[in-house]
């Protein structure tokens, strides 16, 4: 600074400080100080103006950033929040609070020979973490959210929670949880056992393993089976001796899945229960994922067996069961699931964090297909009717499971949901919507495949992708 005195008059007019106070910040620092934060724009302007005068000596601007959320509260429990001294509390936030709060320059500083710290600026610019997009497509978003929204205010259920997910990449492209917390997302955090869903595991897993073929008849004995003794499973919706693969999902048979189950057997259930990919976090990218319970084979009962072939005795997670679905989707390979998109670094780097990851083939192409076909016989002519989309062929599996209580599994309080893709032709969207403990009459088929119906349908459009049904004009 070559007039100090001069410098000091044109900084405390400028940002409107008492000279005192800025004298007393020099007298206390020496040579490097800050003398404000966050300065107005006109502000900046005016000092910028004269960096390259004498009286601009030995100042200098130091870009300071912000964190904003672009879309607003979309996504909230994704996001998570930061405080006012941007750190992150939750959420995306809190995961990459070091990438977005450190000056990484600082750890290639050096002092100059009078004790002042130089930073490494070319670092800086290289390496500081300028922004961090999430897979996540706002528009899909707000589908998703409103249609969770309508479905809260009309059924007022404990908890609900919906999901996208692009079966051929793995990308989450939607997530909301209700109620609505920072960082405390239900697709990845919620823990449920999910009953007829997961029928379309068990099926799929038969099928692949050569336990069971399509054309498969089954003895629904009579409706009512002893399982062992003092456990009887009963199929109350139908009136059929008999069901083939198709109608034992079409009509959600628990006595036809239990018998599955046990086809396949204990042991290689549990192997495709695990390749399917739960009991495992997926390693998504969200801090307070939970990984779900699969227990151990050698420990079932032959009711235990049974039982997993309809969704009771595992515990799931929501990003869990749409990768499920989407393997099934996809051909029958496992995708990495991603929030995270890309890392844009100030100095122009670029981290791309969700190229397409298969972390292993489940099913074969062929039991895919015929799975797929199953899936799209349950929404024609089963239980997820109310998920038909006029002029798409759509595939999918409705789910009401009661859930455990003190005194054992009880109808007064359940879990329904409906997972499933489109066009199934050619699927281009995973959905999953659960809703947690809705109204008293609400199913997986009358609560939340309707729900799956508004979002896929708006999905379909927003990407306009053509209808699949031969005879739709």
């Known amino acids: 600074v070559k007039d100090k005195n001069k410098t000091v008059d044109f900084l405390a007019e400028t940002l409107e400080m008492p000279k005192s106070r800025i004298l007393e910040k020099w007298n206390k620092a020496g040579n490097f100080f800050f003398v404000a934060k966050k300065i107005k724009p006109d502000n900046y302007i005016k000092i910028s103006k004269i960096l390259r005068t004498t009286l601009g000596q030995g100042l200098e601007l130091t870009p300071e950033y912000e964190r904003i959320h672009p ?35 600082k750890k290639r500083a050096k002092r100059a020979r009078r004790g002042e710290i130089i930073y490494d600026r070319k670092l800086k610019e290289e390496l500081s973490v300028a922004n961090i997009y999430l897979t996540i497509d706002e528009l899909a978003q707000y589908y998703v959210e409103s249609a969770l929204k309508k479905a809260v205010e009309n059924l007022s259920p404990d908890r609900a929670v919906a999901l996208v997910q692009e079966p051929s990449t793995g990308k989450i492209l939607a997530a909301a949880s209700y109620p609505v917390k920072d960082g405390q997302s239900l697709a990845f955090q919620f823990t449920y056992e999910p009953g007829s869903t997961f029928k379309t595991i068990a099926v ?13 008849s089954i003895d629904m004995e009579g409706r009512k089976w002893e399982v062992a003794r003092g456990f009887t499973v009963r199929d109350n919706q139908h009136k059929k001796d008999f069901l083939s693969i198709p109608e034992i999902m079409q009509l959600s048979s628990n006595i036809g899945a239990g018998k599955i189950a046990l086809e396949l057997g204990a042991k290689n259930l549990f192997y495709y229960i695990k390749a399917f990919g739960f009991g495992t976090k997926t390693d998504v990218n969200f801090n307070g994922e939970s990984k779900g319970t699969v227990p151990p084979y050698n420990k079932w009962t032959k009711v235990d067996n049974a039982t997993k072939g309809y969704g009771y005795g595992v515990a799931v997670t929501p990003i869990q069961l749409i990768g499920a679905y989407s393997a099934i989707a996809n051909g029958g390979t496992l995708m990495q699931p991603h929030l995270i998109d890309r890392i844009e670094y100030t100095g122009g780097k670029v981290e791309k964090l969700s190229k397409p990851v298969k972390i292993r083939r489940v099913i074969k192409p062929e039991t895919s297909q015929t799975m797929i076909k199953v899936l799209q016989s349950v929404v024609e002519a089963g239980s997820g009717k ?6 798409y062929n ?10 455990l209580g003190k005194d054992g599994y009880g109808k007064r309080s359940h879990v329904v949901s409906f997972c499933g893709f489109a066009p199934a032709t050619d699927p281009q969207f995973t959905v999953l919507v659960i809703l947690d403990n809705p109204g008293k009459y609400s199913f997986g088929s009358t609560a939340a495949a309707p729900v799956f119906h508004d979002i896929m349908e708006r999905l379909l459009a927003m990407k306009g992708v053509k209808p699949d049904q031969l005879d739709f004009e």
């Open 394 to 403: 759509v595939a999918g599996k409705t789910g009401t499971a009661e859930k």
């Open 386 to 391: 109310r998920a038909q989309i006029k002029g």
């Open 71 to 105: 879309y607003g509260d979309s996504a909230l429990d994704i996001v998570g929040a930061a405080n006012s001294k941007n750190l992150g509390l939750s959420g995306v936030e809190q995961m990459f609070n070091r990438e977005l709060s450190q000056d990484i320059s």
């Open 204 to 216: 799929s897993s038969a099928i692949d393993a050569g336990a069971v073929s399509v054309t498969d």
